[in-house]
Structures are given as structure tokens and as C-alpha cells.
């Protein structure tokens, strides 16, 4: 018991780590993919429970999720031409804005990158997400309370200017990181509609406008 209980935290752990919770039971193969096996999926199903909008369902894995553990369990490289297509994939589904505005309003988009809460189970279903940008990134100066997961983006236009090219591409990684990078840990936070496209404008604007204390 004690030992299932052990592979059991373990095995989660990894899974969120690497933003891989849960697999795809109709995915083939299995048995060069641990989340694939069937005692594995019996764990799943043993020790998670749905609770309010938090459900079961988000422990089906998608393709990239799938494909990036199976590699990481291996200890292989994922094969080019498969990487190349899990992050065409990724392109071909971006969202861009409706109405060619990239930018929001850099206050609003600070709270958002500020702001860690969102889509648990004790959260109202509905209310704003936040994009929790400073857990991973190092974006405004003075606060040692910032993650670096992620590459520091101090500075960011600054450092890249704002155009055309350098807003699609923004707008693109924060719509799904994996349009560029198959297994990127970041959240999809416009694939997966955790964040609004008036949010993402927000925070864009965060990033990209002079007075923002990221460019300052
Ligand atoms: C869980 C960690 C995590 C969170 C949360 C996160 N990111 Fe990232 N982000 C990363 C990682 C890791 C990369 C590096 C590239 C990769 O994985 O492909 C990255 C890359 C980026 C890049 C590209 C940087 C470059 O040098 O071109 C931008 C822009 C970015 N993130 C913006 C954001 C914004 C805005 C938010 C909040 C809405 C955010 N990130 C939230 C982990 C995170």
C-alpha cells in the first residue's frame, strides 16, 4: 500500500511537472508510455475525483502531452519531423485578433500576470483566470518573488521593438507555446480558453507598451 502510495505521488508530480496530467486511453501502444499502461490509468482513476468544475476529463491527455512523456520516459529525443508536426499543429489552430489590435491595457494586464488563480475546483466557474506570467517569468524589476521557469522578458520590447512580426509572434506563444516548442511547459492560455482575448490583449500590452513597468 505504502509503495502503490509512493508511485502514485511521484508519478502525479512528474505529470504536473511537465504539464503531462493524465493520458490518452485511446492512444496506441502503451508500452512505451508508462501513462498509457493500464495499471497506470487504474491509479488515475482510483485516486482522482471530480470536484465542481476541476473534473476527471482534464486528465485526458493531448497529443502533444502524450507524445512529449512518452519521449521523456524513454530518454529519447523526440524525432524532428514528430516535433515539426506537434508544433505545425500548434500554428495552424492560433487565434489571432479579430479586429488586428494586438494591445490591451497593460494595467489590467499586469493584475493578470500577477494573478494565480483560476479554474480549481473551489473557484466560481466563470470568473476571470489569472495568467500567473510572474511564477515562471522574470518581467518587472525590484521583485524577488518571480519565477524563472521561463526566460526573463525584463525589458521586453524594449529589447525586440513592436513590430508587425514581433506582435505575431507574442501573441502566437502566449496562444499556444507549442507552436514553437512542442513540449514547452508553458500554458496554452488561448488553445485552452484560460485566458480571454481581451486578456491576452492585456497582457500584450504588459509586454509591449513604453510606460509598462516591463519597459521600464
Ligand atoms: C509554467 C510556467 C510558465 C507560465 C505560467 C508562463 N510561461 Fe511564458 N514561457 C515559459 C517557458 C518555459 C518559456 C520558454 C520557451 C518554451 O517553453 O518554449 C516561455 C516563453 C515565453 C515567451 C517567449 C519568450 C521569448 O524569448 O521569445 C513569452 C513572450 C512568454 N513566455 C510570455 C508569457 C506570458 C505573457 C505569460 C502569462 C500570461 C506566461 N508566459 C506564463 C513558461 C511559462
Redesign the pocket.
Known amino acids: 500500500m505504502k509503495k502503490l502510495m509512493t508511485f502514485t505521488l511521484a508519478a502525479a508530480g512528474a505529470a504536473l511537472l511537465s504539464g503531462c496530467a493524465g493520458m490518452n486511453t485511446t492512444a496506441s501502444g502503451g508500452s512505451d508510455n508508462p501513462f498509457a499502461t493500464e495499471s497506470f490509468q487504474s491509479v488515475l482513476k482510483n485516486d482522482f475525483v471530480s470536484k465542481g468544475q476541476a473534473t476527471v476529463a482534464r486528465l485526458k491527455q493531448t497529443p502533444h502531452q502524450y507524445e512529449c512523456s512518452k519521449y521523456a520516459y524513454l530518454g529519447q529525443p523526440m524525432p524532428a519531423d514528430l516535433q515539426k508536426k506537434l508544433e505545425q499543429m500548434a500554428a495552424d489552430k492560433v487565434v489571432y485578433p479579430k479586429d488586428g489590435q494586438y494591445l490591451g491595457d497593460w494595467k489590467a494586464g499586469l493584475k493578470?500576470?500577477e494573478n494565480g488563480k483560476g479554474m480549481q475546483w473551489s473557484d466560481k466557474p466563470g470568473s476571470p483566470n489569472g495568467?500567473?506570467?510572474l511564477?515562471?517569468?522574470k518581467m518587472i524589476a525590484n521583485d524577488p518573488s518571480q519565477g524563472n521557469?521561463?526566460?526573463e522578458?525584463y525589458h521586453?520590447a524594449k529589447l525586440r521593438g513592436n513590430s508587425e512580426a514581433v506582435l505575431k509572434y507574442?501573441w502566437a506563444?502566449?496562444y499556444d507555446?507549442q507552436a514553437?516548442?512542442a513540449c514547452?511547459?508553458?500554458?496554452p492560455?488561448g488553445a485552452h480558453q484560460i485566458?480571454t482575448e481581451q486578456e491576452m490583449k492585456d497582457?500584450m500590452a504588459l509586454?509591449m507598451d513604453p510606460n509598462s513597468p516591463v519597459n521600464k
Open positions: 493578470i500576470a495568467g500567473n506570467c511564477a515562471c517569468h521557469i521561463g526566460p522578458l521586453y507574442t506563444r502566449i507555446s514553437f516548442n514547452s511547459y508553458m500554458p492560455f485566458l497582457v509586454l
